[in-house]
């Protein structure tokens, strides 16, 4: 049953859509699948206006079947604020778009975001400043309240507050090649920018701010033994692969981040940016697969 609160939800440039009944009280049959349509929607109505201090999780990509969770558990949304943004968009503004939409939650959630954390939040760490917005028709009804909040690229696995902000990935995973940037885990076996070998603790030398040549020269050493320990001490130049690693900003230092990616991945013939990697370093260097599942080794575009 298509009701009238079709699209209650859009999380930045995600496309969310909720079917919401048009009148619960009515009496009329109805089958089971639209009962457990109608309770999706009211589960992801009440996740939507949930309180700051909330926790929202959802596994499908369209994110209809959000819905509110203990903070304890995995989710992939904290509710820091809300915020009304009616002082810079009046009654008749069009409903923005969604680069707009982005603006919107960094200018309006950052500063409520470190507030939450108190006052504690890596500009260039794990969690990002997103928001949930309302429907283009709640906005053209009037609608001007974002729910601010902090995410991450997998599940927050409890509260943000306390958690180490590294901007780290677990050894195996891959990022995505977007343009000449670095994107979201994917699958390895598809083109990608680095493949995670492990990670750096870079408190090792010592408490105060280690200036960017003093981290790159531990860098050099640590990651070396990591992708030695990764790969069965292959040679990455066989595969056209090349080693290097993350650093750390000062911001991210005062704030308690530690930690950088190892990772490997290619450089286009030209120098000119990153080139495209398919397949695993860990799948074709690793231990021998099951019988007629010979691992792929990974290829570079040019």
Known sequence: MVGAFAGALVVLTLSVLFSWPADLRAEQPIDDAQSAAQRESRLAAEAFD?????????????A????KVDCA???????TGVVDVSADHGPDADPPAPEQWRLIAQSNCTAGASAYLGGKLDPF????VNALRPPDDKWRGGDRKVRCGLQRSSSLPGRAAGQDQSNVHPPGTCLALVGKTVGDPVDCRDAHAYEIVGIADLSVLGPA??????QHEKLAEVCQQIVAQYSNNADLSTMKLILSWD???EESWNIGSRKVDCKVGARLSDGSGL???SGSLKAATGPPPPAGTPPVPPTTGR
């Open 73 to 79: 558990q995995p989710h992939v949304f904290e509710v």
């Open 125 to 128: 760490g794990t969690f990002s």
């Open 247 to 249: 650093t750390l900003a």
């Open 209 to 214: 701010y280690p200036q960017i040549g003093k």
């Open 64 to 67: 209809r079947d959000m819905h």
């Open 50 to 62: 949930s309180p700051p201090g909330s926790c929202l999780q959802w596994a499908r990509p369209d």
């Open 275 to 277: 080139a495209p990697v």
